[in-house]
Structures are given as C-alpha cells and as structure tokens.
C-alpha cells in the first residue's frame, strides 16, 4: 500500500529482562528483539529433526488451495494429520500427497490437550521440542498463559488481528514479514469481531475500504532467532516468506479477572469489555425505535459521550476530525 504511511518496528539488540521491562514494554509499541537466546531450537529445528521428534502425533490444521487465508469467509478445510507428515507437506511447493490441490497451503496453530478448555502449551504437547526452546523471562511465571506452535507453508499469509493478551512471536526458522497496525486506528481496517475484512493489504481495493489508507503501516521483517513483541490490542498480519517455525508466548498482564476463564485461545474480548459491546448493541436496538435523522442526532451525541469518557487524548483530537467530516 504505497499510499498507507509507513513506519519501521524499532529493533533492539541484546534485550534481557530489565532492559525489556524498563524500555521497551512501558512503551506498548512492537519491536523486533535479536540475539535473545532462545535455545538450541533456532540451529536444531531442521525438517527432519522436527519430523523425528515430533513423531506421529496428530494435530488439527488449517488446509487451503490459496495462500492467503481468510478466516472470515473460511477459504480453507481443517484436516488431521500426523505431525511428521504435516512437516514435510509445509516444507514442500508442491505435494504428491494432497487434500485440495497440489500447491495448497499448510498452516499449524497448535492446540492445548483438551482444545475447548486448555491453552496450547510447548512443553505438554511437544516435550521433546519445548526442550530446545527457552521462553524469555519477560514476565512473571503465574503470567503465563500459552505458547503455541505456529507453522506455515511458504508464501501463506494469515488474516489481520488482534488479540488481548501481551505475546512474543518467536520466529525460530525461516523468514517471515509482519505488518502491524496501531489500536488507535481500528476505525479503518473495517473489523468484523477481533479481525479485519482487509484481506489484501497490499493492494487494496480503495473502492470497498477507502478508510484503509489512513491507517498507518508498521512493517518487519523477521530472521530466524528474532522475536517480535506485539502488544495486546495492536492488529498484526503475517506472511511466511519462506517455510517457517515460529512459538507464540502469550501472558496476562491484566488482573485474571479481566479474562474470560472459557477462553482456551486467548483471543476472546476482556469481560468487561465483552459487557460493554453488549450494552451497546442493546443501546443500538433503542435508537431504531426513532426516525432516522434523530437516530444520527443521538447516535453523534453518544459518540462524543464515549470520546470524552473513554478516548485517550490524542485519539479523541483524530476521531473528532473524523466527526467533523462525516
């Protein structure tokens, strides 16, 4: 997008722990981390030793004949396989053995033992593989959370987001490039729950999303044994410029309370702010009840409600902008 502003992921060198907590984290803003060790992962996690230690233990992945899933409109199949097979598939352009076609994609978001009420975690699905892996200590052991096994074909790109909780992507092999977007301009990726309906950032059809160009674009690119912080809330989008193996570590930085305890995955809203998008919806169903152009008389006031209660203030300075020239 050549008309979006782009912006580069700072990139520090030799974090560790205080470093990351009293110059980096207080800044809740992305940031490439190299020469964090990570373990002997980053050298030993070749196809055949993934294949050999992770063994034929069968895991749930996404399956599509495009590169470029879209969770929205499901333009992949879930399909079992085991791992040492699924491996070698991801690993491969094109496959003798195949779902949909020859050149589908592969995609692995690995899964906690019991995938409706426990989080993914390395060390309980993968023991042999979490040996080689060491989590940074960013964050207090009762924080954690999940981490999670993310493993994609060449080329496959993933579906714009966010999630709620604070997380480290660590990109243990292969090259991966990750375009981010800041909380502050959710208004213009068009979002349908916690994801975009942007599919093609990069050459968007400026017709459908017009409002897509104000965002701006934070952009990296990651090498193997570099981590990438995200914090919570920030919308991020991933292409696999090669085949790649990379662990998500998730942790609550919110009180427990905040998070829904039903949420194995991590990525369901805040409690209450679950509560809140409900109440509105409610509010929503209230104004229907009035002619339209008293529905956009209200609906205007409660939006300079929610500004002056809620907005940070820069934020509130750019949507009342926005208000101006509605």
Known sequence: ?????????????????????????PLRRPAVL???????????WTVSYLAQKGGDREVKVHVSPEPRMD?????????????????QRAAEAKHSDFFVSEDESYYLR????????????????????????????????????SSVFRISSPGLQLWTHYDVMDNLLAQVTGRKRVVLYSPKDALYLYLTGDKSEVLDIDTTDLQLYPEFVKAS????ILEPGDLLFIPALWFHNTLALQFGVGVNVFWRHLPPESYDKKDPYGNKDPVAAS?????????????EELPPDYQDFYARRMVLRIQSRAYLRQTMEASQENLDTA
């Open 1 to 25: 997008m050549d008309c979006q502003e782009k912006l580069e992921v700072p990139v520090y060198t030799d974090v560790d722990r205080e470093t990351f907590l009293r110059d980096i984290y």
């Open 34 to 44: 190299k020469r964090v060790p990570l373990g002997p992962c980053v050298r030993a």
């Open 71 to 87: 969770f929205l409109h499901k333009n992949f199949v879930y399909r079992t396989l085991p791992f040492d097979k699924f491996i």
């Open 110 to 145: 690995s899964l906690g033992e019991d995938v409706r009420k426990e989080p993914a975690d390395l060390r309980k699905q993968f023991p042999e593989l979490a040996e080689d892996f060491h989590i940074p200590q960013f964050f207090e052991p009762e924080q954690f959370f």
């Open 217 to 220: 674009r934070y952009e990296c």
């Open 275 to 287: 509560r809140a998008l409900q109440s509105l919806e409610r509010t929503l169903g209230i104004l």
